[in-house]
């Protein structure tokens, strides 16, 4: 009896020695990741970082979830007291900010020597804004653009057969579907005083011949005059001045808007939400034929240059890319690269938004890339809610943010 | 030795020792990051320069350039509507409401105590509630003037240009309103009984009363209230963000939300550092009136 709890001791004893040095052996690397997945739902960054972090393989990944609003400060602070994770996902034009100042390792030749992550598959929108100087400091971890959804049942009791292919058809029609007596609008869309603001009015800018450094375009003044009309006249709310994106749509989901103007991250929740039959358009052009143009939006993964283990942070970014067939089936983001198979999901709904949003992606235009973006980007949605709530004129707002932006870039 | 010892333990070394730790506390947590924060208002700085001390001097180039920039005299425009708007209806309705709560009726210290409920809520919460009762379309508050019939169309109190300031303005008394009342609660209390007894044998009406006694007495209470009113709504910061984020085009933007904005938005934390240093001579006269109005209670 006395031996057997000795040897049952010495027995846990040893299971303890072995355990321990088993972990003394491997000598675990971790790799910290910093994304905005997981704060609303569930995303890809979480749900492969909890992946890797279960393989066997020396290396743990430690996540964690920011806010929208705070990853670049949270990072921008990281950096400079020099606690920077060592991989972070920003979204796009958020991207050179750090890359144009070393805050990113330059993987180029990491990548080129990886049998999992090709540069080449990379679309070009995606690809430019992880490239400063023709180097390249991360990969596309997904995109996104905007298009107009549009309620059918709403359109077949108008007596409108198809969706709009010009602005002014948008405004014709938004004109006829509105019902400004019972709260129901002809269309929404986000002209809030944030990124949003600016990632619906740029392509507004570019389809009109204008860029990111040439603002004040025709077709932009044009475009301005006509919503403020539309936000005059009870057609359009003039909260949209105050709502983002998905609180926008929301109102379309929820039956009180005809249009709006939004992004394929809105297509699960509205196949949950809307008790009507909807569909998806490209976003409108000026004239028939003309060209066209859309945003560019979406999130990229970079390792940080003052990453200790570069090494296992490229695994850690490689196990993400090598997912990234499961963006769409599992999250419903779009993959960044075009070797990339989209299964069809079954809903058909679902699957008919996917295909004008591919459709769309070859006309998205990404923002900057520039170090200085915010501030380009703040003199744009400036313009933008100027010119709407009628403190200027759309040509006062716009040259107001051409000259701001002249001392931007020059 | 001991005589330094025993002066430690019960002395002028003791006192010494009370006087440095919270100089040094002060020095520490204010006094430094206060010269820091005006040092950097001279510099130019970005977030890769941020963790170093050597920085490019500028001069006054980034007060020449805030003050020039076009939203500049808008946004003073806004902080003089909400800092002078606040403590008004602030102090307004907090000693209306002090007075109404002197007066003896059941139950008058419970419901005191609950108007402190939106005293102790974080501002973020204030104002993500005030958020949607001031949204236009299926905003709460439009709700209610639309059902009383005090206005037919929708405002858009968030999104209007010539509404979204006071918006926050209005949320800012709502959460201030409880602080002012109880200060200023506590200021009547303090007024012997017996002199309103002696003006009232005296045949002085209430309105007299109130001019000649109560206002008098409550002089120090007053300026305090006010001081603290200015310093609290100028570091208001939570609402901003939760209710229009400045806008729309910095209707309703201020300067603690700019500075901040120039930071955290822009990046250019020197020209944050400016407007926080310009604010902070505003601060320094509040303050100044604030210690003058309470130099009596001090030696009292």
Do not use: C
Not at chain 1, 42 to 51: K, N, Y
Not at chain 1, 294 to 308: D, V
Not at chain 2, 100 to 113: E, L, S
């Amino acid at each position: 009896m006395k031996l057997s709890t000795i040897s049952l001791m010495a027995g846990a004893a040893m299971s303890t020695l072995i355990i321990a040095s088993g972990g003394l052996a491997q000598d675990n690397v971790t790799v910290t990741v910093w994304s905005i997945d997981g704060a609303n739902q569930v995303g890809p960054s979480d749900t492969f970082s909890a992946e890797f972090d279960e393989m066997d393989n020396g290396i743990n990944v430690e996540y964690r979830i920011l806010q929208f609003d705070e990853i670049v400060n949270e990072t921008l602070r990281a950096y400079s007291t020099g606690n920077a994770p060592d991989i972070v996902s920003l979204d796009n034009p958020d991207f050179a900010l750090f890359s144009s100042r070393g805050a990113f390792l330059d993987i180029t030749d990491m990548v080129a020597a990886s049998d999992i992550i090709n540069a080449d598959a990379y679309f070009e929108g995606p690809l430019n804004s992880v490239s400063w100087d023709g180097r390249l400091f991360g990969v596309g971890k997904y995109t996104d653009t905007i298009g107009v959804f549009y309620n059918k049942d709403a359109f077949e009791e108008a007596g409108i057969d198809a969706p709009p292919q010009t602005w002014a058809e948008f405004e014709d029609y938004a004109r006829r579907l509105a019902k400004p007596g019972e709260g129901f609008y002809g269309a929404t869309l986000s002209a809030r005083g944030n990124e949003e603001g600016t990632f619906q009015f740029l392509p507004v800018i570019q389809m009109s011949g204008g860029s990111y450094e040439n603002v004040n375009t025709e077709g932009a003044r044009e475009w301005l005059s006509m919503v403020k009309g539309m936000i005059d006249d009870g057609v359009m709310s003039q909260d949209v001045l105050s709502l983002g994106q998905w609180d926008s749509t929301g109102t379309f989901n929820s039956g009180n808007a005809a249009m709006a103007i939004s992004g394929p991250w809105e297509i699960d929740r509205m196949v949950e939400d809307a008790q009507f039959e909807w569909g998806v358009t490209l976003l409108p052009t000026f004239a028939e034929g003309d060209a066209r143009s859309s945003a560019l939006g979406g999130f990229n993964l970079g390792i940080m240059s003052t990453t200790q283990h570069p090494e296992a942070a490229f695994e850690v970014l490689e196990y993400m890319v090598a997912q990234d067939d499961r963006l769409f089936p599992e999250f419903g983001y779009l993959p960044t690269r075009g070797d990339v198979e989209l299964p069809p999901s079954g809903i058909a709904q679902k699957d008919a938004a996917l295909e004008v949003f591919l459709e769309q992606l070859q006309y998205a235009q990404p923002r900057g890339p520039h170090p200085e973006w915010q501030r380009i980007s703040r003199a744009i949605y400036d313009a933008l809610q100027s010119a709407l709530t009628g403190q200027m004129t759309p040509d006062e707002a716009l040259s107001r943010a051409q000259s701001t932006i002249d001392t931007i870039v020059n | 030795m001991g005589r330094i010892l025993s002066s430690i333990t019960d002395g002028k070394g003791f006192d010494i020792i009370m006087v440095g730790v919270t100089m040094a506390f002060l020095f520490a947590l204010a006094g430094v990051p206060l010269v820091y924060n005006v040092v950097m208002s001279f510099q130019q700085v970005d977030m890769f320069n941020l963790n170093t001390f050597s920085r490019p001097f500028v001069g006054f180039d980034n007060y020449v350039a805030v003050v020039n920039q076009p939203e500049f005299w808008l946004i003073i425009r806004n902080t003089a509507i909400f800092v002078f708007g606040s403590i008004t209806g602030q102090f307004a309705l907090g000693f209306a409401l002090a007075l109404f709560f002197m007066i003896k009726f059941p139950f008058a210290a419970t419901i005191r105590g609950l108007f402190l409920v939106s005293w102790v809520m974080p501002g973020l919460v204030v104002g993500a509630l005030w958020g949607w009762i001031l949204a236009g379309d299926f905003g709460v508050l439009n709700a209610i003037l639309k059902a009383v019939g005090l206005t037919e169309r929708t405002l858009f109190w968030k999104s209007d240009p010539n509404l979204a300031i006071w918006a926050v303005t209005m949320a800012n008394i709502w959460l201030g309103l409880a602080f002012n009342m109880m200060l200023l609660s506590v200021g009547l209390a303090g007024i012997p009984r017996d002199l309103y007894e002696a003006a009232e044998l005296d045949g002085a009406n209430s309105w007299q009363r109130f001019t000649t006694i109560t206002l008098p007495m409550m002089r120090a209470t007053i300026g305090a209230v006010l001081a603290l009113g200015l310093i609290y709504t100028l570091q208001q910061f939570d609402l901003f963000p939760a209710i229009t984020e400045g806008g729309p085009a910095n209707s309703s933007n201020v300067a603690q939300y700019w500075a901040w904005q120039w930071s955290f938005v822009l990046f250019d934390f020197a020209k944050g550092a400016t407007v926080s240093v310009m604010m902070l001579v505003f601060v320094l006269v509040a303050s100044i009136i604030y210690v003058w109005s309470t130099r009596h209670e001090v030696r009292g």
